[in-house]
Structures are given as C-alpha cells and as structure tokens.
C-alpha cells in the first residue's frame, strides 16, 4: 500500500531547491561555441554550471522567437478558426496549423503577427491581443512563442514566400477542438491556442 510519506518528502526537497535557485536563476557559462549558424537558427555548445550547482554541457537551439496568430470569425454564432495546411518536411506529412512565422532580428512581435498573417493567408485584422506567451521545447531550445488572438477580419490577397505552399480554411470551434482530440492537429502551438480558444469561448 502506498504511503504519503515519501512524496511528502520530495515535495519538501524540491520547494527547499526551488528556494535555494531563486538566489542566482542564471546560469554560470564557462565557455561557449557557436557549433551552427543557419539563416533561421543557430546551435550553441556551452559549458556552464546551473543555479542548482550542476556542471554539463548544453547544446542549445538559438531562435529570435516566433508568432502565431489565432485569426478568428463568427459565423451564425460560433468561432470558425482559419487553419493552414502545408508539408513540413521534418514531419515527413501534410499538417494543419495556424498561420505562424519567425520574428525578424529586432522587430516588434505585433507587427511580425500582422506580417505573417498577410503573407500566408491574405488576411487582416482590425483587433490583436496577446493570449498566450510560451517555450516551445526549453530542454534545447530558447525559442518563444507569442500567440495573438485577430479578430474582425478583412479578406486580401495572400503573399506568402517562393518555398510555401499554402492551403487555408476556416473551421467551426467544435470542429477543430475535434481535430485536436482526434490527431488530425497534430501540431502543438496549434493544440494550446485552439484549446485555449475553446476555454475562452462565449
């Protein structure tokens, strides 16, 4: 029979630790290499010891972060969601997204939302809020992700970049939240801000 005692214990031990790493949250870097540098991310090798005393080596994926916009109408009474699908070769497939793209070095996040929206689906919108803010893989990656809920809608002709090929469509909330929980979405900023929109909605 299971007892609380142990995790008693380790919860203890991990609020004393998380204690102890408020002191100093970063980490001391005793060397770092710039192992690959692409047009989109590099990779940097680093040595470093973490503010819960830990010595390794870190093999870390630089991004200057990311947009996703959650572009929204109502039609009679329900969110329809605007979902793009395209081939992800890392994938190996065909998947359903929502429009998405890197934020250039020093532009601001919004104006990067309103960029990508327009050149991948054409679409602008009069109403942007930020509704979520997250990592999206922080083990080896330092890549952010803003998502931005765009509302009242104006169609326009999509400008999307020589290697994109894009198909877009507008879902009924209920549907994609069945995509979601049937794998059709299998992509996961696409997961959080659909799921999100469904905790949201009226």
């Known amino acids: 029979m299971l007892t609380d005692r142990p995790l008693v214990a380790i ?16 980490a001391r870097v005793l060397s770092r290499k710039i192992s690959f540098k692409g047009p989109v991310f590099s990779v940097s ?18 991004h200057s972060g990311s947009v996703v916009i959650l572009a929204v109408k109502e039609h009679k009474g329900e969110p329809h969601v605007l979902l793009e699908r395209q081939y992800r070769h890392a994938a190996a497939d065909f998947l359903w997204e929502l429009p998405a793209g890197r934020i250039d070095e020093g532009e601001d996040p919004l104006a990067a939302g309103k960029r990508e929206l327009l050149e991948e689906t054409g679409f602008t919108a009069s109403r942007w809020k930020l509704i979520l803010d997250f990592y999206v893989s922080p083990g080896f990656m330092d890549e952010t992700m803003r998502v ?4 009242e809608l104006t169609a326009g ?4 970049e020589s290697d994109e090929v894009i198909r877009k469509r507008f879902f009924p909330l209920r549907a994609a939240l069945r995509m979601v929980t049937k794998h059709a ?18």
């Open 11 to 26: 919860r203890v031990g991990y609020i004393v630790e998380m204690a102890k790493s408020k002191r100093n949250k970063r």
């Open 45 to 62: 090798t680093e040595k470093v010891i973490e503010p819960t005393g830990v010595k390794a080596r870190r093999d870390i994926i630089r």
């Open 185 to 202: 979405i299998k992509d996961a900023k696409t997961i959080a801000s659909v799921l999100w929109l469904g905790q949201h909605s009226g």
């Open 157 to 160: 002709k999509a400008q999307p």
């Open 148 to 151: 931005y809920l765009a509302t």
